[in-house]
């Protein structure tokens, strides 16, 4: 990371309440959210665009938990499946065979 200057802003209190929130559920401070706000701004990304960023990204995450949901039903039931083809095997005269 660059150096860092020490820079001394005023928000209003409600600006300050919503970092200090949107910091906590993000795992950073106060400062690094402004510093991420304020490369977006020079970056040139609108407000607007990154509410919509926000809302796809949060569709993405919706479908991709869906997906994962689902994909862990399919794997218990092939282990199911195979829970019960190791049991049938087991319980045939045919492995018996195949084991001596």
Known sequence: MASLVLT?????AAQ????QK???ANG???AEEVRNAVDAYLAGISPEELMLLDAATQEAKKHLDAMV????RINAK???TFDALDK???Q???AEEGTR
């Not at 001394?8 to 209003?12: A, R």
């Not at 300050?16 to 970092?19: E, F, G, P, Q, V």
């Not at 949901?69 to 862990?72: A, H, Q, S, V, Y």
């Open 78 to 80: 092939f282990d199911r």
């Open 22 to 24: 949107r910091a906590k």
């Open 28 to 30: 950073t401070k106060v």
């Open 16 to 19: 300050k309440t919503a970092l």
């Open 88 to 90: 049938i095997r087991s």
């Open 92 to 94: 045939s005269p045919v």
């Open 8 to 12: 001394q802003i005023y928000l209003e």
């Open 69 to 72: 949901g689902e994909l862990d």
